[in-house]
C-alpha cells in the first residue's frame, strides 16, 4: 500500500514562490504533482522519473521545478513567481506502472495524497 503525505501549501502574494513536499512509501518511479481549483477539472502540473524524464504542462515550464530525493523518498515542488491562477488544491500522486519513458502528467497516476491548499492572491 504507497502512502503519499504532502506538505507546504499556504497563503502567499503573488510572485512569491512556495515549496511543496510530498513523502512516499514503497518504491516508485514515476511521481507526479496535480492541482484542483474549485469548478475546474484536476491538472497535471509535473512529473518525474529519474532526473531525465521530467514533464511540466505548459504553465508551469519556467516557474516551477519537480526535484526527488530517492532516499529520503519525497517529491518537491518549488514553485516560483506565483501566480494567482495557481490557486488551487495541490497533490502529490503515484504512478506504479509507468516506465521512466512514460511518466507523464497525463499518464494514469494510482495513489493520492491528501492535498495541500495553496492560495495566490493578487
Known amino acids: 500500500q504507497v502512502q503519499l503525505v504532502e506538505s507546504g501549501g499556504g497563503s502567499v502574494q503573488a510572485g512569491d514562490s512556495l515549496r511543496l513536499s510530498c513523502a512516499y512509501t514503497?518504491?516508485?518511479?514515476?511521481m507526479g504533482w496535480f492541482r484542483q481549483a474549485p469548478g475546474k477539472e484536476r491538472e497535471g502540473v509535473a512529473a518525474m522519473a529519474y532526473t531525465n524524464f521530467i514533464d511540466y504542462v505548459d504553465s508551469a515550464k519556467g516557474r516551477f521545478i519537480i526535484s526527488r530525493d530517492y532516499l529520503k523518498k519525497t517529491v518537491t515542488l518549488l514553485m516560483n513567481n506565483l501566480k494567482p491562477e495557481d490557486t488551487a488544491m495541490y497533490y502529490c500522486?503515484?504512478?506504479?506502472?509507468?516506465?521512466?519513458?512514460?511518466?507523464?502528467?497525463?499518464?494514469?497516476?494510482?495513489?493520492w495524497g491528501q492535498g495541500t491548499q495553496v492560495t495566490v492572491s493578487s
Open positions: 514503497g518504491t516508485i518511479v514515476c
Open positions: 500522486a503515484a504512478n506504479l506502472g509507468s516506465s521512466p519513458d512514460t511518466c507523464r502528467t497525463s499518464s494514469d497516476f494510482d495513489y
